[in-house]
Structures are given as structure tokens and as C-alpha cells.
T-cell receptor, first 111, second 109 residues
Framework: DSGVTQTPKHLITATGQRVTLRCSPR?????VYWYQQSLDQGLQFLIQ???????AKGNILERFSAQQFPDLHSELNLSSLELGDSALYFC??????????FGEGSRLTVL | KNQVEQSPQSLIILEGKNCTLQ??????????LRWYKQDTGRGPVSLTI?????NTKSNGRYTATLDADTKQSSLHITASQLSDSASYIC????????FGAGTRLTVKP
């Protein structure tokens, strides 16, 4: 158990819809990272938050947004969903020594 | 061009055999390099971390090497087991983190 909690584990929805993925980082970790992993692909960095503030942006679409709340949990919002958005979405929290701990992911299927 | 290149892309070996995975990077400046293991459909899990001054580090049957001069790292797996079947991801840090695309290892009985 990495200590990073992601919900939901699985999500099936239709094109055009909007979903929210949630992540609770490890206790004491201030940084949260979001990654997208399409089938048989590598991890693609989406966005990073540190203590509630956006720190870095990767290949995140304009249809996607995220935020980190005062209690340090984070949410990734995906809107106007397309078939190609089907993927595993991972959240990771980063320790002060720089190690990433990943959650088990949220598997999104867009039909 | 990705700043972290891993090879091979995929590898199939027989149970009990050894194998070596490669990671070449151009990331600079260099802070550290980590190897992660990702089982299918699961989150990656850290195997080792290498800093600039470290050449070799072992974690059970996993041994990572680092040559900071040539910017190369390898992950050697000894006496492979079926449970070693996974993707192995090299991540190089220099403030931000750069991910390799991973090597997919399949261990067959």
C-alpha cells in the first residue's frame, strides 16, 4: 500500500460527459502529480500541485483541469470526454526526499 | 526527442534467466535516477534510487548501475521469476522528473 488513495477505481461514461477523479496523497506529502497512461503507453505527465498551488503543467488538454484543496487532496476534472481519453489516470505524491508514491489509478473508459 | 530513452522496448526471457535493461538520458543537470516497476494495471513502485556519486545499488535480485559520465543506467535482474513480468520505468530528476517509456518484461515458465 503506497498510502496514496485514488477514487474511483473504475469509471465508464459516454462521450461528451464530464468526470472527476480524486486523489488523497500520503500523509505529510504536499506535492501531488497527475499522470495519464493510455493502453500500452508510457506515463504522460499532466499537472503538478504543491500545497494548493499549481507548480508545473505537462501535456494537459484544455478540457482537463485540476486543483488541490486545503486538506491537500486533489481532483482532476475531465470534460467533453472523447474516446481517446480512455486511459488509466494515476496520482502520485512526492516526499520531501523526492520519491514518488503512486496510487493504484483510476481506469476511465469512454464509450 | 525524449530526454530519457529506454531499451529494449520489450523483452521476453525464460524463468530463472538474467536480464539487463538500459536507460540513457540527456537530462541536465542531474539530481537522481530511479527505477520503478509497474505491474499491469497497477501503479508504479520504486525499486532503487541512484544519486550522482553512486555506481551500483542492489535491492534483492535487482541491481542498478549508473555511469553519470556517459549518462547511462542499467537495471539487472538476476534469476528472474514469473512475478518479474512488468514494465520497468526509468525516471531521471533534475528539479522536474523525466520519464522513460519503459521496458516491458515478460518472464515465461
Amino acid at each position: 500500500d503506497s498510502g496514496v488513495t485514488q477514487t474511483p477505481k473504475h469509471l465508464i461514461t459516454a462521450t461528451g460527459q464530464r468526470v472527476t477523479l480524486r486523489c488523497s496523497p500520503r500523509s505529510g506529502d504536499l506535492s501531488v502529480y497527475w499522470y495519464q497512461q493510455s493502453l500500452d503507453q508510457g506515463l504522460q505527465f499532466l499537472i503538478q500541485y504543491y500545497n494548493g498551488e499549481e507548480r508545473a503543467k505537462g501535456n494537459i488538454l484544455e478540457r482537463f483541469s485540476a486543483q488541490q484543496f486545503p486538506d491537500l487532496h486533489s481532483e482532476l476534472n475531465l470534460s467533453s470526454l472523447e474516446l481517446g481519453d480512455s486511459a488509466l489516470y494515476f496520482c502520485a505524491s512526492r516526499t520531501r526526499t523526492g520519491e514518488l508514491f503512486f496510487g493504484e489509478g483510476s481506469r476511465l473508459t469512454v464509450l | 526527442k525524449n530526454q530519457v530513452e529506454q531499451s529494449p522496448q520489450s523483452l521476453i526471457i525464460l524463468e530463472g534467466k538474467n536480464c539487463t535493461l538500459q536507460c540513457n538520458y540527456t537530462v541536465s543537470p542531474f539530481s537522481n535516477l530511479r527505477w520503478y516497476k509497474q505491474d499491469t494495471g497497477r501503479g508504479p513502485v520504486s525499486l532503487t534510487i541512484m544519486t550522482f556519486s553512486e555506481n551500483t545499488k542492489s535491492n534483492g535480485r535487482y541491481t542498478a548501475t549508473l555511469d553519470a559520465d556517459t549518462k547511462q543506467s542499467s537495471l539487472h535482474i538476476t534469476a528472474s521469476q514469473l512475478s518479474d513480468s512488468a514494465s520497468y520505468i526509468c525516471v531521471v530528476s533534475s528539479g522536474d522528473m523525466r520519464f522513460g517509456a519503459g521496458t516491458r518484461l515478460t518472464v515465461k515458465p
